[in-house]
């Protein structure tokens, strides 16, 4: 954790109890530092994902347990994340977004690639290793209930970490620190998780996340377990500790409106692969890929009028398995401005069309210009019979 | 669906109305505990080809709105009262066999969660073709037909394999679609959809969406949705009833309600939700606490605790919902054309 990371940092606590030690962390330079690299310099990502994929094995069979395939969850993805900056990562269900945050923080092992974390490659770090750099990133589970234990204390729960990674300091002034850093009383240390409402939970995970001051946190749908009107106080409070403590975020979640509300640039995750990444502003403003073009017009405005005069590309059929991810294009499936050519039978690279835009897709410039238009059906052909049932 | 109704303002009572639910009241009474009022004196109505919304978090009563007027809370602890009217029958006071024959034939539920609302060892087709059986007397092989006809009709492909499957073999998407063909399977005058899209993807709960739309337009079915869900609502729903704590607290039009929320609970939903298209670096207004920070109705407005325009007069003498188009239960509403009503649009 050098200077240069977090000015507005407050004083890490666990500073004193490691800094002498140059094995103790990887990250500071030691020989053993992954490829054996110093500290990045600051321009460089503080989180560098190149080719990641995490297949897990389909089992047949009762004896022999014979390999059938393969769920490929995540399917070679590379991305970037600048220091201080959010990264959101948005998909629908089954796309592989969580188990790309957990593949980052090799909380499931990945099948091929490599997770460079301030220049280090967290792909060669022996267990022991790994949990010291843990430190560094964390994590922010979607529901606070099950993510916390609840015969703990919160006192409990935000020691723990403290104590896992010699914190010499003072634990109780940490923990008041942190209650206060996430708003809540002091007189929350106490008392345990069923005693807090929803979003009060999910203020005790992201207490827990921030303890030993990490430099990454990933947040897995941070707030689609809470009611509305709690949500924007999560939000916020993430925001703010941004701010406060410099934190860089990767934010995972479904709700494109709340990712797009967070982020600076947001990566469009399709079948276990990235197929659009862009500035969040640039994303809404002109999205590239059909899928991202679809799924935007799918979310719900809280605007009668908006919702009146917008065009929706209804999407048809379902999500193919992962297992059988459909070859070329693997959205041509479901994509209403499938061309006849190159589609069905050619991967589409993730390529940048313009500068901080990169888009999977063969016919992305005539879609932008409008010269490949959407099938005139783009809606849901069945939709359209529904309530006038026949016989 | 669409403006041309935006003029009915689905107030109980109003002429051609099909469902007419007044002063509903359910209480849940457990021994050594206090009364809990889940829902506290609703009233609504809703017409032929019309879309009523019922808006609210957690806790606010909505689904228990929607299992009393199916008549599906248990008997035992819960104390309903009020009056549910569908199509002039007391719905209420109607005996279990008449309101079963009703049930499935004349309004149907469709519920958030289709896994819990399918039975997991029965296919789908037994499930969908049972209504038609039942209520509609049709031969095994006839309802066959007709459910995978009903089948391609939500959009299933391969509707004749997909009946043969258990539901745990159908994607969420499907199951909910299942779900709905079963409701509909006897053109319901009446369907109460309870958060219907709530557990699906964005793609699918468009594709449901547009699917409840054509049935409202095409049909003339009427519509109660129920959701949590301003964007839904939005594109959705005729009228809007926002509830809090058991008790509607503001009702409208959807373009009134949206264009210039009076109610501070209802401006403060909208300036919480991020917004596709609003600029980027608008920072979200919460509502501060939680939906359990509410006091009873008894002894003031249940907002008033977390309420940023409260007043004396809050306290102790709760509102009534006044007003006709527009109505409200508050003293203090945001001004008609409050900041929170501007819609910046980029």
Known sequence: MSASTGPSRPDPPERGATSGSPESDPLRGSPEAGQGNGPAPSGEPLLSVRGLKVHFPVRRGVLLQRVAGHVRAVDGVDLDVARGMTYGLVGESGCGKSTLGKAVLRLVEPTAGTVLFNGADLGGQSPERMRRLRRHMQMVFQDPLASLDPRQSVESVLTEPLRAHGFTGDRSRRVRELLDLVGLPSGAAGRYPHEFSGGQRQRIGIARAIALNPELIIADEPVSALDVSIQAQIVNLLEDLQEQLGLTYVVVAHDLAVVRHVSDVIGVMYLGALVEEAPSDALYAQPLHPYTIAL???????????????????????????????????????????????????????????????????????????????????????????????? | MGPANAASPGSPGSPGSLLDVRDLTVVFRQRGRADVRAVDG???????????????????????????????????????????????????????????????????????????????????GTQVTEVLTRHRGLGNGEARREAADLLRRVGIPDPSRRLREYPHQLSGGMRQRALIAAALACRPRLLIADEPTTALDVTIQAQILELLRTLVAESGTALVLITHDLGVVAGMCDTVHVMYAGRIVERAPRYDLFASPRHPYTGGLLASVPRLDQPRGVRLEPIKGSPRDTIPWARGCAFAPRCPNRVEACTPDAPDLEGGRHALRCVNPLPSDSPEAKVVHP
């Open chain 1, 296 to 391: 935007m017009s799918a979310i719900p405005i809280p605007d009668p009028e908006v919702e009146e005069r917008r065009r929706r590309i209804l999407l048809v059929g379902d999500l193919p398995s992962p297992v059988d991810v459909p070859p070329g294009c693997r959205f041509h499936t479901r994509c209403p401005f499938r061309r006849p050519t190159r589609c069905a039978d050619e991967v589409p690279a993730l390529r940048e069309t313009r500068p901080g835009r990169k888009v999977a897709c063969h016919w992305a410039e005539e879609i932008a210009a409008g010269a490949v238009r959407a099938a005139a059906g783009a809606h849901d052909p069945a939709a359209t019979e529904v309530g006038t049932p026949s016989s």
């Open chain 2, 42 to 124: 609703v009233s609504f109505s809703v017409s032929p080809g019309e879309t009523v919304g019922l808006v609210g978090e957690s806790g606010c009563g909505k689904s228990v709105t929607s299992l009393a007027i199916m008549g599906l809370l248990p008997k035992r602890g819960v104390h309903v009262t009020g009056g549910v009217a569908f199509d002039g029958t007391d719905l209420l006071a109607l005996p279990p066999d008449k309101l079963r024959a009703l049930r499935g034939r004349e309004l149907a539920v469709v519920f958030q969660d289709p896994m819990t609302s399918l039975n997991p060892v029965v296919p789908i």
